[in-house]
Nanobody, 116 residues
Framework: QVQLVESGGGLVQPGGSLRLSCAAS????????MSWYRQAPGKERELVAT????????NYADSVKGRFTISRDNAKNTVYLQLNSLNPEDTAVYSC?????????WGQGTQVTVSS
């Protein structure tokens, strides 16, 4: 069955870093574009970053450009999100999404909390 399992979240101080992982199984990972989203309490879900299936095209939300980096390893069926220079406004549940045409799969999310 299809699974997307995020990990790497946690509590970090402002200015700190985290590396999120999203491990995929049950579908042909290398065919799917992958995205990271986040949702803070009381706010709408926000697209953070997207990477095409080959990694050739990457896009970021303006709010994270220069601080976050998305990457993927198709041999490991995993997509990553490196979070640097974190601030309290980055606190949210971060989820990964796989998409190929109309097929969309979501992970359950991992909590990132930025606080001193």
């Amino acid at each position: 069955q299809v699974q997307l399992v995020e990990s790497g979240g946690g509590l970090v101080q402002p200015g700190g870093s985290l590396r999120l992982s999203c491990a995929a199984s049950g579908f042909t990972f290398s065919s799917y574009a992958m995205s990271w989203y986040r949702q803070a309490p009381g706010k709408e879900r926000e697209l953070v970053a997207t990477i095409t299936n080959t990694g050739g095209t990457i896009n970021y939300a303006d709010s994270v450009k220069g601080r976050f980096t998305i990457s993927r390893d198709n041999a490991k069926n995993t997509v990553y999100l490196q979070l640097n220079s974190l601030n309290p406004e980055d606190t949210a549940v971060y989820s990964c999404k796989a998409q190929l045409f109309w097929r969309t799969y979501w992970g359950q999310g991992t909590q990132v909390t930025v606080s001193s």
